[in-house]
Antibody, heavy 117, light 108 residues
């Protein structure tokens, strides 16, 4: 079964750091682009980062310089290192598999990050 | 940044009716557009990719159309399980990806 399972969420103070993990199974992880997408409570979806099969990384302006996406193909794992966290980063964070076309076709169940003092 | 505007914000229909959801891009995204369905407490589910291709396992009552700046998701005959929030997403200006703000499809 194709599956993504996120972990690492929790409560962190403003300015703190957190590292999210996403364990992939059931497919050839190294062959796919991977993404992180977040959703604040009651709000829409926001793309947070992507990593290509060659390790190339991409971010929107809202997290660039604070978040770092990485992958470890030998462990079928995706990571998101989040530094200098702000209240506005509070959300459910999903990892998702990138389709070769436009779209993300496999999603994890999400992990919740709360930034609060 | 390409902005996607979805309309209407909320659509109230009854089971069996036809649903038409719109997504308009601030500039052309060619056919680089996807549609997702999200139910409360669940992750999004890919319905349509590259504007008009149904994802694996998606029922035939879901269809996507459009190119350039105007796109439509049509549900031909609503089933009770179709009432949810729907999002469009573009990747035309890869690597920047944006989502629309969503359309809530509710039971009338």
């Amino acid at each position: 079964e194709v599956q993504l399972v996120e972990s690492g969420g929790g409560l962190v103070q403003p300015g703190g750091s957190l590292r999210l993990s996403c364990a992939a199974s059931g497919f050839t992880f190294s062959s796919y682009d991977m993404h992180w997408v977040r959703q604040a409570t009651g709000k829409g979806l926001e793309w947070v980062s992507a990593i290509g099969t060659a390790g190339d990384t991409y971010y929107p302006g809202s997290v660039k310089g604070r978040f770092t996406i990485s992958r470890e193909n030998a462990k079928n794992s995706l990571y998101l290192q989040m530094n200098s966290l702000r209240a506005g980063d509070t959300a459910v964070y999903y990892c998702a598999r990138g389709l070769y076309g436009t779209g993300m076709d496999v999603w994890g169940q999400g992990t919740t990050v709360t930034v609060s003092s | 940044e390409i902005v996607l505007t979805q309309s209407p914000a909320t659509l109230s229909l009854s089971p069996g009716e036809r649903a038409t959801l719109s997504c308009r891009a601030s500039q052309s995204v060619s056919s680089y557009l996807a549609w997702y369905q999200q139910k409360p407490g669940q992750a999004p589910r890919l319905l349509i990719y590259d504007a008009s291709n149904r994802a694996t396992g998606i029922p035939a009552r879901f269809s996507g159309s459009g190119s350039g700046t105007d796109f439509t998701l049509t549900i031909s005959s609503l089933e009770p399980e179709d009432f949810a929030v729907y999002y469009c997403q573009q990747r035309s200006n890869w690597p920047l990806i944006t989502f629309g703000q969503g359309t809530r499809l509710e039971i009338k």
